[in-house]
Each structure stands twice: as structure tokens, then as C-alpha cells.
């Protein structure tokens, strides 16, 4: 914000957004950022409208800043929505500094790649990933450290420079860590005859097989790509 750059996050439609923008809201009330506009493209609106219009299932926190507070974070005014792609014109051209959330969250398509070819080239700009990045995808080439990634303008591929400056946010993942997905299957009442690991890194997957298998002398397995499972 103080080198008046923009800041493009990268984020997944549902849940990861609506973290992002609670922390974002909490930043701006406490004065810790500046009160910036805060551009949500993608599915991001519709999703939130779900969880603004259900606030009896968020956390104990929330439900107590909404219902005896009357403040509700996700309806903060500086969230605006990008509902056209000539607002998201008029924001790419627009020089003050603003925060944009966008989908896909691994950079695999979806507007935040609008955003990222405008601005990626400019070192004043940050991109900031609040998820984890696949194997394959754009997100992890620029996150390991990429200064080129190819790009689909116009129908040509073109090589796109990436002078941004880029940053991991740890600690808004959606999934269970290791600790507790073992803790889960422990305690599972009752206990699965065998427990199938899917869903991850292949090197992950076969790890946490090995270790659940025995430490809790289960029927384990972590099946490669178009490997075949039978169950009787």
C-alpha cells in the first residue's frame, strides 16, 4: 500500500475468501492497513452471501460479533464486488492502490489471471497466496520462484515477466494437518476395516499410509493414478 502498488490474492471460491476477508476487515478496523477498497472477483460474492446469510453456523467468535454486536466482517463496505468485466476494466486501469481477492486459487485459469497480466510485470505490486499450490500449476511455478510463466493472450502463448513481488501467507488452510488425521482415525468408533489415502502428494499419501498402518495396525493403502481398489 505505502509504494501505492496493487495486491492480487489468489484464493478458492469457498471458505478460503471469506477467511482472507474476515483478517482483512479486522486489519483495516485496527488501523494496521489502510482502508483500501478490497475487490472480490469469481464466485467469491455468491459464496459469502451464503455465509452472511447463515451466520448461526460460523465459529463462537463470529456468532457472538454478529448477533449480540450487530457486525458482521463479511458485510464490511470495503468489500466490493466485481459484478462486470467493465468494473474489472476500470479497476486493472485504475492507478490508486487497492487489494483484489480472485479465483482460481492455484492460478489455473479464472480472473486472477486478468489481474496478473497487468500487473505482474510491476515491482510495486504483490502477489500474495493464501493456499497451497499443486504440482502443474501456474501458482507453484511463481511461487518457487519463476521470473517467467507462459501465458494465453490474445490466443498466443507469450512468456510473461514476473516482477511482482511474491509472498506465501501460511495458516489458512482448509485441510486437517497430519497430527490430526491420525487423531481422527484413532478415534474412529467404529474402526474402518481399511482407510484409502487420496488427495495429495503421492510421496504424502504413501507416508501417512506406512504410519497409520503401524502405529494403529490398520489395512492401509495409497493408490498411484488409474490403480484399482477392490472392495468385498
Known sequence: MKKKGKV????FAVGRSQEVMIVMESLVKMKEIPEVPVYLDGMIWEATAIHTAYPEYLNN???TQIFQQGD???LSEIFKRVDSGEMRDKILADKD???????????NGGPVMEYFKHWSGDAKNTLVFVGY???GTIGRRIQRGAKEVPMNVGGTIVSLPVEMNVE????????SDRRQLVGFINNMSPRPERVIFGHGEE???VDLSSTIHKRLNMNTAAPFNLEGIRFV
Not at 506465501?168 to 485441510?175: A, L, V
Open 8 to 11: 492480487l490474492v489468489p484464493v
Open 61 to 63: 467468535k463470529l456468532r
Open 72 to 74: 458482521n466482517p463479511l
Open 97 to 107: 492502490p487497492c487489494v483484489v481477492l480472485a479465483t482460481s486459487g492455484m492460478m
Open 133 to 135: 499450490q499443486a504440482e
Open 168 to 175: 506465501t501467507c501460511d495458516g489458512f488452510s482448509g485441510h
Open 203 to 205: 510421496s504424502k499419501c
